[in-house]
């Protein structure tokens, strides 16, 4: 089974909301990611998780915050967004981030719309 | 920089026809080489990956792919397009040993198949 999978589908929020993207995996993956992708463009790295610290962080600003509370849990919580942030957010995991277990699959992503 | 470039942007073909996509990447040490494919509406999916061994790589669907070190090229084929192949097509590499998880993705190439 290699599913990730990610609440809500869809979410519409202000600039002013609080909200929170959930990613659940259950395959024993110890590497977790969060990644942006806008409309025909391919997936732009956010964060990576590994053994639920944060490894990597492309420089995203600060009103995107991970949290990774638990090896099967990974949240991005979003505060103060704004309009161009406006995107499908994919979650991905893999075995691990050694090379040759890093194979990463993904989730169906969250639409986010910010108005 | 380490980048990914994928030269057909939008490939339009007729069902039975044979499909190869390019895809290149500038880097001359250690790779590791996937094809995701994203079908409309649906969530980023592993088509196939090379970490070492033979070259020609035998992925899902009917896909493969052949890791030509010399022209720092991993490309996609198939012998015979259905409709049902009509997507969005990602070429991805993780770059060196360093274990970072860290995916480049190419610009992606759209596939129209016509019945």
């Known amino acids: 089974d290699t599913e990730v999978t990610q609440t809500p589908k869809h979410l519409v929020m202000g600039m002013t909301n609080k909200k929170s993207l959930k990613c659940e995996q259950h395959?024993?993956?110890?590497?977790m990611y969060w990644y942006k992708q806008k409309a025909k463009k391919p997936p732009e790295l956010m964060f990576v998780y590994s053994y639920e610290k944060l490894s990597i962080n492309e420089s995203v600003p600060s009103r995107f915050s991970p949290e990774c509370p638990n090896s099967s849990l990974l949240n991005l919580h979003l505060h103060a967004l704004q309009p161009e942030d406006s995107a499908l957010y994919l979650c991905?995991?893999?075995?691990?981030?050694?090379?040759?277990?890093?194979?990463?699959?993904f989730g169906p992503g969250t639409r986010l719309t910010v108005l | 920089a380490q980048s990914v470039s994928q030269h057909n942007h939008h490939v339009i073909l007729s069902e039975a026809a044979s499909l190869e996509l390019g895809c290149n990447y500038s880097?001359?040490?250690?790779?590791?080489l996937f094809w995701y494919v994203q079908y409309p509406g649906q969530h980023l999916q592993l088509l196939l990956k090379y970490f070492s061994g033979d070259p020609l790589v035998k992925g899902i669907k009917g896909f493969e792919a052949e890791f030509i070190k010399s022209k720092f090229s991993f490309n996609l084929r198939k012998p015979s397009v259905q409709w049902s192949d009509t997507a969005e097509y990602f070429c991805?590499?993780?770059?060196?040993?360093?274990?970072?998880?860290?995916?480049?993705f190419g610009q992606g190439t759209t596939l129209q198949v016509k019945p």
């Open positions: 991905a995991s893999s075995a691990s981030l050694r090379v040759g277990t890093d194979t990463q699959y």
């Open positions: 880097y001359g040490g250690t790779v590791n």
């Open positions: 395959m024993g993956h110890r590497a």
């Open positions: 991805a590499v993780t770059f060196g040993s360093s274990n970072t998880g860290k995916l480049i």
